[in-house]
């Protein structure tokens, strides 16, 4: 199994920053994949980032794109998301995936990031 730890989230005012991260730990071994995703209340569940394990080739969902940059610490099986010019939209509860091709998915708890206009 992986287990998954976010961390960063946090209020800030409309256009701040917030600096997202995820340790994956336990069975990454086979790890192929990690990615962040968000969840408005009443909305669905949204891709806001992601990278490929394996060739380190990072792609982003619309609501990123010019705004967030996701990187990466390979040693200690990490990912960032930088989150700048943070708009009241952007509120929601921000989750990290992990795809492993042993064990499928694993999901983390989530971290709540909450924008004041």
């Known amino acids: 199994q992986v287990q998954l730890a976010e961390s960063g989230g946090g209020l800030v005012q409309s256009g701040g920053s917030l600096r997202l991260s995820c340790a994956a730990s336990g069975s990454t071994v086979s790890l192929y994949d990690m990615a962040w995703y968000r969840q408005a209340p009443g909305k669905e569940r949204e891709f806001v980032a992601g990278?490929?394990?394996?060739?380190?080739?990072?792609r982003y969902g619309y609501s990123a794109k010019d705004r967030f940059t996701l990187s990466r610490d390979v040693a200690e099986t990490t990912i960032f998301l930088q989150m700048n010019s943070l708009q009241p939209e952007d509120t929601a509860t921000y989750y990290c995936?992990?795809?492993?091709?042993?064990?499928?998915?694993?999901w983390g708890q989530g971290t709540q990031v909450t924008i004041s206009s």
């Open positions: 995936k992990a795809e492993t091709h042993y064990y499928g998915a694993s």
């Open positions: 990278i490929r394990w394996t060739t380190g080739n990072i």
